[in-house]
Each structure stands twice: as structure tokens, then as C-alpha cells.
């Protein structure tokens, strides 16, 4: 009976001269689940279907989609749009690129072989002498599929839809170069070069780079023409700040999966591939290699742990050797729907060099806030200042345990987030800022450092923000900022040693006057530097530069 009905349906759709399945489909979702009944639609590709719907009736010209692998983004945008534009329009015409040509050529095998299989559903054919799996053609039809690589050609083929799928393949693709620039080089000269004034682009994947092509759209869409749907992994918005997330999803709430992924699965998967491949292609926020304000090997590492059981407290520990031992603490936002984190740090000054020894970063209501405090307090007693910035929780943490624990200081920032990162950089930068090897840390150290290497653009700065001001507190602030100054006063004294006993003298140091006095002077708006930059240190300081803005 329901063949009989497709029949009567197709035979209605001929006669007004329009496909069989451009009614009976609304979204490219429907047509899948008719295709086949087994596939799920989770809200992420609900409102992926939304945005297809809005690239085929025109509202979209050009749509960014980043999503974490294996959670059916392809297979909908790449297999089922094509089909289902074509059902709709058979006069479109379709290229599909991906990162080689074998793989796009996969995508234009199954559309073609899916309309063929299903004619009773679309009531279209395939012409038989342009029919191969890389590029054929709707009997009777301008539309059709061709499908290339990011080193092929488009010459002398119009396109009205393009679709690039997951330029990159892998993590060594991506930190090459010369690969990102092979990539952008199609988009310019290859792809947009046979647009017309309707062409509809579709990039759909995982983000591996901060420079990949969606980094490089973005940084250059001056008209602001480029749509960008972000759905991490896990939700990271901050409410707080008026941000929402795509799927209407509460901070730290995890992707409904595809693959009947649970929030164990998640978390698992974030521990095994690791926090920079979690912010990248799960989270959808790649972080430089080196970092930008403070660079990946600026970080010294100590393997000796400068901590040991307290004999007098079984659960706290001792430190035996240093001149300042400081805890620094971030808060979250009083609202409780904050996505914000809790961060508590400990820091040992010996000298002109700070070590981390531990770390808290956990999102805490109000109440097991305060459980955190006064258990650290337990675990590290020779801490004596304990540092907390006077905003947020933090004035509430202050007012509820200045009565009870000596020590807290309240920190009031003058300055952006952006501004006190950069003002103990070059603390990190001369390799006094010591974090402990993984082996024998207390805490998550590559978090920290990969966090670090995304600012300004990572979705968290919390520990960034609790580091700044630990050092601006012993390095900057208080008596270590003497012991930094006369270490590297020493360090130039003994670099000056060096190159005069190398120079050959030429007069008597006895008649050598003494430098003038030094006259401090006025501020002045620094002039901004005017060396040559590359390309794509140029893109990352025009996205700092947006997102200092929106802070």
C-alpha cells in the first residue's frame, strides 16, 4: 500500500513539474529517517537541520558548523543536504571538497547511489554517461555532484552549493604551515573563484587549529556574512556575561550524543585524549601550540617535589625550604548557573623563583566554596596570605571567613583580565614561574598550561586569572618583586662582564664618567610596533584585539 501511495505521489509531482520528495521532506532530517529508519536526531542536529533549511531557502550564504567528531555532522551535511537539495532544486549544483579526494569522492558515491536506489522517493535518475562516483550529473537536469580534494580543481565547473568537509585530517596536517596555507590557497583561488552571486557555502568540522580555515574565515569576515555555530562537547558558556549556549544546555551539561555517548563516556574521553585535543576538536576552540600571552616553554618544570608529609597533621603538607608560601583563589559568580570555576592555588616563593605546589579548580556552589577554602587552608598551614580577588563570591568568601582564618587578603583589580596577564609575562617569559612535571603533581598541570596558552581566546580563564595574581603578588607587589629585580639585575651585571672582557678597551676605566642620573619620564602612548608579521600572527592579533573589546 505505501509503495502504491509513493507511486500515485510521484506521478502528482511530475505532473506540476516538481521532485517527488521536495513536499513530502521538510528537512534533510526526514528524508534521512526515510532512507533510513535506524537514524536518531539529537538536538544538535535538530538545529543543524535549521540552519541547512536556512542555507537552501537563502536566509544563509555562508555557514560555519564545528562540532566534536563522530556525532553524525558529515553524514547529514555531506550526504543528506546534497540529496535532499537536489530533491528540492535537481538544477543545483554541488561540489563536495574534503581534505582528500578519496574521501569526497565517498560522499558523491553514496548520494548518487542513494538516489538511485530510491527513485520511488525522489523521482529523479541518473544521467548514464556522466555517472562516476567523483562527478555526475541528474538525467534531464543541470544538477549534480562533483566531488575533489583540497589539491584538486574546480576549472570551468559553476557551483551552487559548496560544501568543504573537514579540510584537515589530522593533528600533523594542521600544525603544518605550509598544509593551512594548501588549504587556504583552494578556498581563495580554487573555490571562491567559481562562485556566482548566489553560491551558498557550507564548512562543516573539527576544529584542530587556531589558523585552520574556520580560524581564517572568521578572522577576515570584515562583512560579517559568515554564520558560526559552535557545539562543544560540553556546554562552557558563561550566563553570567549574557552568553548562551547554541542548545539551550546549562554549563558543564554534556552533549546529548548520536552514539548513546553517556556523561562518563564524555569525561573519559576528555582524560584519554587530553586537555588541548579536548579544547580543540570537542570543545571547538583550539589554543596555539606556543600560546599567546604566555607561550607554552616559558613554563619550567621542577621533578622533585618540594613538599612532604606534615608531621604534626597527618592530611596537610610541609614545605621546608622557601621565603613565602601564598595561596591565591578565583571565584565564580554568585549566580548559580555561573559556568565559571572555582580556583585555589598554592605558591612557594624561594628568591627570585615562584613553583606551584597545588591546585583546586572545581565549579562549587557558595557553601562547598568554603568547604574548599578551609580544607586547603588545612592541607597547606604554612601558607600565610591568602589572596582573593574582591569581586563575585569572593566578597562573600572574604565576609564569611576573615573571622575564622588569619590571612585573607582581599585583592581588588584595577586592570583587564588581559592587562595583568600581560603584566607578569615576563615573569613566566625568564623562567622564574615553575610548575611541577605531571609525575608528581597534585593537580591537572597540563590544564593549566594548556588554558594558558589559549588566552585571551580560551572559554575559561580562571586559573589564568588566579596565577596573575599570585605572581603580581610575590613578584610585583610585595618584597619578592626586590628579590626578581636584583636577580636579574645580577644576571645583566654578569652578561656586561662578559662582553667587556671580550671588547678591546680603548681608554682608561679610571677616566670613564659616571652614567647621568636617569629622569623619569612622562607617560606616553607607546607607538605600536611596525616589524614585519606573518600572516597568521596578523589574524591572531586581530582576534585578541575583537575579544579584548567584548571584555
Known amino acids: 500500500m505505501s509503495s502504491e501511495m509513493d507511486a500515485f505521489a510521484l506521478a502528482a509531482d511530475r505532473l506540476e513539474g516538481r521532485s517527488a520528495a521536495a513536499d513530502r521532506y521538510p528537512t534533510p532530517h526526514d528524508l534521512a529517517k526515510s532512507l533510513d529508519p535506524k537514524v536518531v536526531r539529537t538536538p544538535a542536529l535538530a538545529l543543524l537541520d535549521q540552519s541547512l533549511v536556512d542555507v537552501a531557502e537563502g536566509r544563509c550564504r555562508r555557514l560555519i558548523w564545528t562540532m566534536p567528531p563522530q556525532e553524525g555532522k558529515s553524514q547529514r551535511v555531506s550526504r543528506t543536504f546534497p540529496a535532499w537539495m537536489l530533491a528540492k532544486d535537481p538544477d543545483t549544483r554541488i561540489a563536495i571538497a574534503s581534505y582528500e579526494l578519496g574521501t569526497a569522492r565517498r560522499w558523491g558515491r553514496a548520494i548518487r547511489n542513494d538516489i538511485k536506489s530510491n527513485r520511488d522517493k525522489f523521482g529523479l535518475s541518473i544521467r548514464t554517461d556522466t555517472s562516476s562516483a567523483q562527478e555526475w550529473q541528474l538525467q534531464d537536469h543541470a544538477g549534480g555532484v562533483y566531488s575533489v580534494g583540497i589539491q584538486g580543481a574546480l576549472t570551468g565547473r559553476p557551483v551552487d552549493i559548496l560544501i568543504i568537509d573537514d579540510p584537515i585530517k589530522d593533528r600533523a596536517q594542521a600544525e603544518s604551515l605550509v598544509y593551512r596555507e594548501r588549504v587556504w590557497d583552494f578556498w581563495t583561488d580554487t573555490a571562491r573563484t567559481r562562485f556566482g552571486p548566489d553560491t551558498r557555502v557550507i564548512v562543516v568540522l573539527t576544529r584542530w587549529h587556531e589558523d585552520d580555515l574556520a580560524g581564517r574565515l572568521l578572522a577576515q569576515d570584515v562583512r560579517r556574512e559568515w554564520r558560526h555555530v559552535n557545539i562543544p562537547a560540553e556546554a562552557d558558556h558563561k550566563p553570567e556575561e549574557g552568553q548562551t549556549d547554541p542548545l ?304
Open 248 to 551: 539551550g544546555r546549562l554549563p558543564g551539561e554534556f552533549l546529548l550524543s548520536t552514539r548513546g555517548r553517556s556523561a562518563q563516556d564524555w569525561q573519559d574521553t576528555r582524560h584519554d585524549v587530553g586537555s588541548r585535543t579536548w579544547t580543540s576538536l570537542y570543545q571547538g576552540r583550539p589554543s596555539p601550540e606556543s600560546g599567546d600571552v604566555w607561550k607554552r616553554p616559558w613554563w619550567r618544570r621542577y621533578s622533585v617535589p618540594l613538599w612532604s608529609q606534615h608531621p604534626d597533621f597527618p592530611d596537610a603538607y610541609r614545605v621546608a625550604e622557601y621565603d613565602q608560601l601564598v595561596m591565591s583563589w578565583d571565584m565564580t559568580f554568585k549566580d548559580t548557573k555561573s559556568s565559571d570555576f572555582v580556583v585555589g592555588q598554592v605558591w612557594a616563593r624561594r628568591g627570585a623563583d615562584v613553583f606551584l605546589l597545588d591546585q583546586i579548580r572545581k565549579r562549587l556552589s557558595f557553601t562547598d566554596t568554603l568547604a574548599a577554602f578551609e580544607a586547603m587552608v588545612k592541607r597547606w598551614p604554612q601558607a600565610t596570605a591568602k589572596l582573593v580577588e574582591d569581586k563575585a563570591n569572593g566578597t562573600a568568601v572574604i565576609s564569611t571567613l576573615k573571622s575564622k582564618i588569619p590571612g585573607i587578603i582581599a585583592v581588588t583589580p584595577t586592570e583587564s583580565k588581559y592587562a595583568r596577564a600581560n603584566a607578569v609575562a615576563p615573569v613566566i617569559e625568564a623562567g622564574n614561574a615553575n610548575v611541577p612535571e605531571q609525575g608528581i603533581a597534585l593537580f591537572d598541570v597540563d590544564e593549566l598550561i594548556d588554558e594558558a596558552a589559549a588566552f585571551p581566546n580560551s572559554s575559561h580563564d580562571d586559573q589564568v586569572d588566579a596565577t596573575s595574581q599570585a605572581l603580581a603578588y610575590l613578584l610585583l607587589d610585595q618584597s619578592g618583586a626586590q628579590a626578581w629585580i636584583n636577580h636579574y639585575r645580577a644576571k645583566a651585571e654578569a652578561q656586561a662582564a662578559l662582553d667587556n672582557a671580550d671588547a678591546e678597551p680603548t681608554e682608561d676605566p679610571d677616566t670613564v664618567p659616571e652614567p647621568a642620573e636617569t629622569v623619569e619620564q612622562p607617560d606616553v602612548e607607546p607607538i605600536p610596533p611596525t616589524p614585519e608579521e606573518d600572516a597568521a600572527a596578523a589574524r591572531q592579533r586581530a582576534r585578541n584585539a575583537r575579544l579584548r573589546e567584548q571584555r
